[in-house]
């Protein structure tokens, strides 16, 4: 859903600066006015939030809609297109996942210049992948051939969600000091920062077929590893009342955790060292630390807020289905935006 | 909702073999075989619909998802950009109406290599203008600033409908010989057809800025009408028991007509006389009937199957809904697929 319109560097790069993203948002929002009848269903105010909620009937659903981006490019450098596939569910229902609603439908657009056989099947099956993690069913699609349009293949999509009985969103609204801060790790780079990743690959020379230092696959299969899912996270998490906020690190890195609650600041005073290829692109693009993680996921692609009281209870239930690598990444004091004293970095707005 | 692959010329002179297109879907869609489990809601099936439709809990949705293609290289062409975001919620919810779901919310994505705010502040209306003919309301969506996948702009929407209480999905399952076929006019080539009609454009040499013969606005705004909405018709046609099918007439013209049943023929024997657009397309590209009638509209945009009992009814509502400018297009017969008597023409499959 409509995140942060990039870093500056990203846009800068571009010749795009970042204001005019802005200021192009607040021009279409500020047009769009109309509010429908009751009987068209009533959707409920969330404002930035990751998904949009609607009421209808007795059910609340939550929809919400994201494109995998400039990653797309890597994989047709690598001619592997299984990876994206799954990125094109996991990065929607990860969205989903942050309101604490349960995945249920998906539909996707795959818009190309040229249609490939072997590469829509590469994508069926990474896309097969994506629904069987996050237990979702595929209700549709569509195609574009659009050589006019494109460049490249850009993949989008969108997830709905639904609360099941008993369940209400999770919006972060209830975060308050004292609240602690689990992180669950990401497997890499997720689908963000992708135009400013492969920047830094090209203008540092190394060669996507061989690994980085320190690292034993390819670069480029590295780069090119799926988003991880965290439905099953969410599902434990959201049906404990001690659990205040979900948040997937998406485009915008860390700032999206002041997409939860403006008014208490996240402390991230134990955030682990960011994995390899973090450390290594930041060095071989000469990247500083408030850029890293404002762009990329630094490690960590899930955040959960909860209730110090809560925590342990929220770890049993997590290793009692199979998850063990949740971690203290932080926790929420007075104050507002998103701090992390041991880099002596702060982050006041998530765009 | 993944549409007929384009028409043969179309598809031809872009260099993209039709097959290769239909080729990649059958790829697509072997590979994505996970079945969700219960509690993630139930899928219906309705295979090549317009719509996909999911059950949760006591409520019936209906999903669908489609971008405006190339019309908009003609917004960029003109600078004129409200049309094509009114096209961008009319496309999505007129496939909505074509199961006889209400609009209820709207998802949208904004692919541009360049944030312009003139450009996005007048998407705005238009997008506007669209929710508030559809009663239907924004969830949200995402704006992609993707200069190296994108050569113009792409404009995508998912449109989330439901069944209100005591509706069921109207699907063209019980349509059978001795219905009739009713059609509602066209605004004008409303989103499908534009490679090839610009195409034709383009090789005519007539200006953009200038009335084709016969016309009084420039073939630029002409070609540029946003699509008409016919979720009112819709509404008012689900309503009654004796309406057993709706159709949009997008990507693929009266093929449509065979999404809904394909063990039916759909005789075509009152499509009034095509509106001037189509009849100079068809002279100034020397494009024959047979090509024109499986690209664009031909002046209706949306038809009702209904048993010939019900018909008077239906008119009536739609009288007193405002709705005066339906009329008699066909009638249902033993047999299969679309055919158009006075014009010798018949068309055996969808896509």
């Not at 981006?69 to 990065?91: N, P, S, Y």
């Not at 692109?281 to 110090?308: D, H, K, P, Y």
Request: glycine share 14%; with cysteine.
């Amino acid at each position: 859903m409509r995140e942060a319109p990039g870093t500056p560097l990203t846009y800068g790069g571009a010749g795009v600066p970042r204001g005019l993203v802005a200021e192009s948002l607040r021009e279409l929002l500020a047009e769009i006015r109309y509010r429908a009848p009751p009987k068209s269903g009533r959707p409920l105010p969330l404002r930035g939030h990751y998904a949009g909620l609607l009421r209808i009937g007795a059910v609340t659903l939550a929809v919400t809609t994201d494109t995998v981006g400039t990653k797309t490019i890597l994989a047709e450098q690598l001619g592997r297109w299984e990876e994206v596939g799954e990125d094109l569910v996991a990065i929607n229902v990860n969205d989903l996942a942050s309101v604490g609603a349960r995945p249920a439908g998906l539909v996707d657009t795959i818009s190309v210049a040229h249609p490939d056989p072997a590469v829509f099947r590469a994508l069926g099956r990474g896309i097969n992948r994506g629904l069987a993690r996050a237990r979702c069913s595929l209700l549709g699609g569509e195609t574009a051939v659009v050589p006019e349009l494109l460049r490249s293949t850009d993949l989008g999509a969108t997830a709905i969600g639904f609360f099941p009985p008993g369940r209400r969103p999770v919006t972060g609204a209830r975060i308050r000091p004292g609240d602690l801060l689990l992180g669950i790790p990401a497997s890499g780079l997720h689908a963000n920062g992708f135009t400013l990743a492969r920047r830094i690959v090209a203008k540092s020379g190394a060669p996507l077929a061989e690994p980085r230092p320190g690292a034993t696959g390819s670069l480029g299969e590295e780069m090119l590893t799926p988003t991880r899912t965290y439905v099953e996270a969410s599902e434990v998490a959201a049906a404990l009342p001690t659990t205040t906020g979900l948040a997937h690190i998406s485009g915008g890195g860390v700032r999206n955790l002041i997409r939860l609650n403006a008014r208490v600041r996240f402390t991230l005073d134990a955030w682990p060292e960011p994995s390899g290829i973090f450390r290594w692109l930041a060095e071989a693009g000469g990247i500083g630390s408030e850029e890293m993680f404002q762009t990329f996921n630094m490690g960590i692609g899930f955040v959960i807020a909860t209730r110090a009281s809560g925590a342990e209870e929220l770890r049993r239930r997590w290793t009692r289905a199979g998850l063990r690598d949740a971690q203290v990444v932080g926790r929420v004091e007075r104050g507002s935006g998103v701090h992390l004293p041991h880099l002596g970095l702060s982050y006041d707005r998530y765009a």
